[in-house]
């Protein structure tokens, strides 16, 4: 990496056991790309409502590559007991980022295909997943909002904001604007090798 490492705890203590890791992920993460300019991880206690017993600890992993924007994976579990190690939440936040990498690469090899026809590509920038619908940023047009049920085989939970997703755009604008007919993350594309 160009940049070193930033991990931050924000409304926790930190924990060295979490830190070392994340030191492991992020090593593993290299694995998957040739060139990881930098990488930024925030450890945190979201907002909860006050009547709420159970602290969720949440993860952020910011990753820079060169040649595209930064890929942004997050993570959020409930915290049981204080004996938990929150091994689960960090590892499903790389896995994300993991994914991402493997996408960005595949593209960039040529191994992804889009015929014509099959859509356009677009990056997710925003998720809203109490309210089931998002936005997806597509070259050239404003953000394309879509719903839950537009995502191809019911993936929407997989979703995550910085991955890259071939979109088909509907023929009449939705509740909000420009809207995203079918949404299928790149995954789920025929891969040519």
Do not use: W
């Amino acid at each position: 990496m160009d940049v070193p490492l930033q991990i931050a705890f924000k409304n926790l203590e930190s924990s060295a056991f979490l830190e070392a890791l994340i030191r492991e992920r992020v090593a593993k993460l290299e694995r998957y790309h040739h060139h990881i300019v930098g990488c930024r991880v925030l450890v945190e206690v979201p907002h909860r409502a006050p009547a709420s017993g159970k602290v969720p600890i949440g993860i952020s992993v910011e990753v820079e590559v060169p040649g595209s924007k930064s890929i942004v994976a997050k993570d959020q579990e409930e915290r049981h007991d204080s004996k938990n190690d929150h091994t689960t939440v960090v590892n499903r936040a790389f896995d994300k980022v993991q994914r991402q990498l493997e996408d960005h690469n595949a593209i960039r090899r040529g191994e992804v295909k889009v015929h014509e026809g099959a859509g356009t590509s677009g990056r997710v920038v925003r998720l809203f997943p109490e309210q089931n619908y998002g936005f997806i940023e597509v070259a050239g047009s404003a953000d394309l909002y879509f719903t839950r049920n537009a995502v191809v085989s019911g993936s929407y939970d997989d979703l995550s904001v910085g991955e890259t997703v071939v979109i088909t755009v509907a023929t009449s604008e939705g509740p909000m604007g420009p809207q995203a007919s079918s949404v299928r993350r790149i995954g789920q594309e025929a891969k040519v090798v």
